[in-house]
DNA sequence: CGGGACTTTGAGCAGCATCAAGCGTTGTGG
DNA sequence: CCACAACGCTTGATGCTGCTCAAAGTCCCG
């Protein structure tokens, strides 16, 4: 039996385009790949040798300037797709943020693929035609919005986004989930310094929005609050 | 003879995927339109009903807050696809900088001829992932660069986005251009005011490493010492 | 129980925004 | 042909947001 036949990704991820007989061909040029957290996958600038579907866990995307200043500019969960096929560098290190599981391709099996099928292809650039609509979107916040926006935003954005980590997509929300983020991180996604955005927390805190059982745990007390603060 | 022939964008479009008789056929669902500067060709937010290929000129993409802060998102020159296939809403608008001709599609008709045109789809799926690469390192930018940094490099980014509007794309530069921004659309691409803008041209040009002989004209008298500002 | 990493809190400062004139260019009508 | 209005840009003065530097606190791990 095809191990993507059991995959908990298999419905959601590019290879839902794909007969059982197709994915049992995509197996054989994938292997599965497990990653700790903070253990990259493809590092800033690399020649683009491999192409991946996120299976389990949480990576970021992360670029960074010459002297040590790191703006994440991507977060990717499972059924995702990472990686620059045809050609091109990716400009960006993938990184596993919580343990992760990955489907791994060589860049040129998953390009000649990829040509021969042409519904793979469909899917996955409908995947790629949304990313874009949402980091453009990201683009307000880092440019325009102010550090209360930016925080308020990223809560609502993550409390969506982590609902279903598993195989139904129904547009939910959570009021209580685990951050898969540090505070250094939070400021990397946001473009604000680990201090700024501590201090936001206690704000939110302080005022009743959200409540902090534990370092890595978000409690959303007041929605409506939150959204509002998000501009 | 069909007018895609003659396109002056022809051969970088995506329709360079396609045999004469396709582009013929492709012909046949789209229409050319003319904008003049400051007209808007998509709302943000719209329902996605029309899609496009620019043929000439410069168009803007941008979101907004609802206090009026606005962002641009993107920039698109000729040959570039503008518009979201395949469902889903565009989050930004769409507006000429310079009067600018392009060539429109009903989103229905561009999905249906794209389905049956794979090495179209593959053409778009290429740019569409060179222009996420692009937008995410832009957020780079946004997120962690000082002011003279942001203008620096926007100043390099134009001198070489604005080499060859025409058909060739050799990746060069230029040293003397038009910019296609008010001082308001700078600062809106680099999420500053525009009172900043004006200060870092007036700064770079103090400095000699920029002139500026009119309002829209850049002159780069130093790229190496702009390349060095741009972080 | 102790060491180290991460986070919070505080004080001071700088960079950029805001508010407010002044200037130059372009276009219009007398 | 000139006056002047409108617009976009520049320049200046001031203040606030978020950064920097510093220290104390908390959690997690052995």
């Known amino acids: 039996m095809s191990s993507c036949d059991t995959c908990l ?15 049992e061909a995509l197996n ?7 990653l700790e957290p ?25 670029t960074g300037t010459e002297d040590g200043r790191e703006q994440i500019v991507g977060v990717v969960y499972p059924a995702d797709f990472i990686g620059r096929p045809f050609g091109g560098r990716t ?4 990184t596993a943020l919580t343990s992760a599981k990955v489907c791994v391709f060589g860049r040129r099996d998953f390009d ?3 040509r021969n099928h042409p519904a793979l292809e469909h899917k996955l650039l409908e995947r790629t035609l949304a990313e874009l609509e949402r980091t453009r979107s990201w683009m307000l916040l880092l440019g325009r919005k102010s550090a209360s926006e930016k925080v308020a935003t990223f809560l609502i ?6 609902v279903d980590t598993g195989c139904e997509g129904d547009g939910a929300s959570l009021s209580r989930f685990e951050l898969p983020f540090s505070r250094q991180q939070v400021a990397d996604v946001l473009g604000l310094t680990i201090e700024t955005v501590s201090r936001q927390f206690t704000r939110l805190k302080s005022e009743g929005v959200i409540d902090l059982p534990s370092r890595r745990e978000i409690v959303i ?8 603060q998000a501009g």
């Open 157 to 162: 954005d993550m409390s969506e986004r982590l």
């Open 9 to 23: 990704v298999r419905n959601r991820a590019i290879c839902s385009a794909l007969s059982g007989a197709e994915v």
């Open 38 to 62: 903070g253990q990259s996958l493809i590092w800033e600038d690399d020649e683009s040798i491999l192409v991946a579907n996120v299976v389990e866990g949480v990576l970021k995307l992360s």
């Open 28 to 34: 054989t040029i994938g292997r599965h790949r497990t």
């Open 91 to 94: 400009g960006h290190s993938v």
């Open 112 to 114: 000649e693929f990829a």
């Open 221 to 228: 007390r007041n929605r409506d609050e939150l959204e509002a």
